[in-house]
């Protein structure tokens, strides 16, 4: 029996000093994204129910010098459809509606309603236009409260993508619907069944709605772009915007107890859960994004709203659980995801370097001049200022591309790279745009 206990005593410590060494790993890359103004923010990394990692990397406001901790409060942004998803299957265990319900039935005069079903708002098969893309009111009107009736205003009448269940669009759109369901069907707002529902059973504190007029101390200012401390901060999306396709705010830990519960089956059955992970179209649940990891089933959703970029992924076969929230726009969270994985599977990564800038006569610089189509929706504007090359994708911000050598660009606080192609005449016929691993060609139209 001594010797049991000794060898017990000795199997700990091991374990200990290789957790000890996982979190020294996992502290060095976030370390090195942040050293290199590509990750602002906060992270946790936990596996078999141990916390490898939890900790802010950067600033909650940098006007006020202030540093992001574990206990910074972001907007999630589209993190927050799996929460209405899982709403609306607790109200389908409660017989108050079911996923075949048509929309008609809700909205009685929503054009096409009687074609679309609430399980198509969840999956993204609608085809209702995402009202997200209408640039304007993204512009100009966000930071406003919107009634529901705005809201719907902005896509009801739009046509349709697709016939319903027959293609695939992400569309906030739909999931502002869901919240509208939930209220019409509960009598209550979307914010309190919710915090019935979720919130308060998991004693998610920390978690709410109403971000523009929240209080704490803890909550993080959103930046478009933080690289020094006069960056102007991003305007903030009112609630009754983004609603229950974006409105939460959460910490590190309230998402790390909702992994918990899910792993338990205190909210959702496994049953239910089984549901929201089978992919219907374009590897979506319901509000899940679906892939495998090592041959099993990883799971999670990424946000984005002005000022936040947010991921959660999970592996719950492994009760792997990481949580990445940045209050400075970061593009890099699945590359980050990504590397972290490979860490927690024992496979290779690379740390990410920094890049030398050159500079690039504008002589030459004006060979990279017109206009490049990624696809056909998304182009890209190369035009030059004060000497720099500016990249303007489509409905997007510009942004600045630094020369690392000549025909190799790259965006400074994402992972980004530009390498021009030439002909056999050395004129510039396009770009290869490298980005989260993927390799585009990309034709240079005009």
Known sequence: ???????????????????????????????????????????????????????????????????????????????????????????????????????????????????????????????IYNYTQNGDFMSKEVTNPATREKIMALFKDKPLDFSPGTGWNYSNSGYSLLGYIIEIVTGKPYEEVVRKYIFTPLQMTHSGFDFTHLKSTEKATGYFKLDNPNAAPAPTVDSSVSFSAGAIYSTIGDLYRWHNALLTNTILTKAQQEKAYTPVRNKYGYGWGIDSLEGKRRVGHGGGIHGFITNIARVPEDDVCIVLLSNASDQTLEEITKTIFNVLYNKPYELPKERTIIKIPEETLRQYIGEYEVRPD?????????????????????????????????????????????????????????????????????
């Open 378 to 446: 998304l182009h890209v504007v190369i035009s030059i200022k004060e000497g720099e090359l500016i990249a303007l994708p489509t409905g997007q911000s510009e942004s600045v591309i630094h020369a690392e050598k000549e025909d190799f660009f790259f965006v400074k606080e994402q992972d980004i790279q530009v390498e021009f192609t030439r002909n056999d005449k050395k004129e510039v016929t396009g770009f290869i745009l490298h980005q989260g691993g993927a390799n585009v060609p990309c034709k240079k139209i005009k």
């Open 1 to 127: 029996m001594k010797k049991l206990a000794v060898l017990f005593a000795a199997l700990c410590v091991v374990l200990v000093s290789f957790s000890q060494q996982m979190s020294a790993k996992l502290d060095t890359i976030l370390s090195t994204y942040a050293h290199l103004h590509k990750f602002n923010g906060s992270v946790l990394v936990a596996k078999k129910a141990t916390i490898l990692l939890n900790k802010g990397y950067g600033y909650r406001n940098a006007a006020g010098n202030v540093v992001n901790d574990e206990n910074t409060i972001y907007q999630l942004g589209s993190i927050t459809k799996q929460f209405t998803a899982a709403i609306i299957l607790k109200l389908q265990e409660e017989k108050k509606l079911r996923v075949q319900d048509k929309l008609s039935k809700y909205f009685p005069a929503y054009p096409k309603g009687d074609s679309i079903t609430i399980e198509q708002l969840l999956t993204h098969t609608s085809g």
